[in-house]
């Protein structure tokens, strides 16, 4: 396939993965995908590490069941060959509360088949869990704020 | 054929970084460039957004002055035209304890005749942190 027909592709998986749509998303990668993503298990206990679809279907449903709404934008998409790199930016509504969630990913895939057979990413995990929490962590670890977590 | 601008770029950054020599980073940043490492800018005041060459030499200078870098391994690069982006494992130690720091980054950066013109870092700030603080973070165990 062309870079310009697996950036397509990619865009197609982002619209699909980023609006739920998680059967959808799922045609997109390999039976045997495999996924990376190192997180705080105490409140993202759906992350880590991830083979297969059955486990990602896992994975996606728990996120998408978990946000009333979810778009993403991809402002850096960086395409060598079959692998691919994007910078994503998340936006995810929390159903508890309706409060917006905003976080970047890099996200890094391999390809095989035209399929994505390999998925890593990178979050600013700290900022995520400030937002999840909705408590400002850095002010209590850095002792401008005495409570506890 | 042509070297690409990453490998140049990375050269200069890392020996800005362990060396203090920004001379040669300095040459390779365009005057406005645009440079954003994402993370708790209360805890590493190095983080976030900076904009023109001096600043970004400025931020350098304050990593340099917090960590020294040993090794680092990359584990996945693409390389477009004018555009790169890497994954890596970088083994450093944090000057003013001298903890080891093993962190995961990633980096996206798009270059302009040479000189980076924009730059994206992602690092996985949780793990960073309890590195730092040298003890886990007890979060609530909940599924938000």
């Not at chain 2, 950054?13 to 460039?33: F, G």
Request: include cysteine; glycine fraction near 4%.
């Amino acid at each position: 396939m062309t870079e310009g027909s697996h950036r397509q592709r990619m865009l197609e998986f982002f619209k699909a993965l980023y609006s739920g749509d998680v059967e959808g998303a799922l045609a997109y990668v390999t039976d045997d995908v495999e996924f990376l993503a190192n997180a705080p298990v105490d409140i993202l206990p759906h992350m880590g590490h991830r083979r297969g679809k059955a486990e990602m279907r896992e994975m996606w449903k728990a996120v998408a069941a978990r946000y009333s709404e979810m778009r993403c934008d991809v402002p850096i998409l960086v395409i060598e060959g079959d692998k691919v790199a994007a910078n994503i930016r998340v936006f995810f509504r929390k159903n508890i509360n309706q409060r917006m969630v905003q976080f970047d990913v890099a996200a890094f895939y391999t390809l095989r088949d035209d399929k994505i057979s390999q998925i890593r990413e990178i979050i600013d995990t700290f900022d995520l869990v400030e937002q999840l929490l909705e408590r400002d962590v850095a002010a209590i670890l850095t002792g401008r704020r005495s409570s506890g977590i | 054929m042509t070297e690409h601008s990453l490998w140049r770029f990375s050269r200069a950054l890392h020996r800005a970084i362990n060396e203090r020599q920004p001379a040669d980073l300095e040459t390779l940043l365009d005057e406005d460039v645009d440079w954003a490492i994402y993370g708790p800018v209360d805890m590493f005041p190095f983080f976030g957004s900076r904009r023109g060459r001096a600043a970004v030499i400025d931020v350098i200078r304050q990593i340099a002055d917090n960590f020294r870098v040993h090794r680092f391994d990359r584990e996945s690069i693409m390389l477009g035209v004018d555009s790169a982006s890497s994954m890596m494992r970088y083994s450093m130690t944090a000057l003013d304890s001298n903890k080891p720091i093993s962190l995961r980054i990633a980096h996206f950066a798009q270059f302009r005749a040479g000189r980076l013109t924009n730059f994206r870092v992602l690092v996985d700030t949780f793990d960073l942190v309890e590195q730092t603080v040298g003890y886990p973070i007890h979060l609530p165990r909940m599924a938000v």
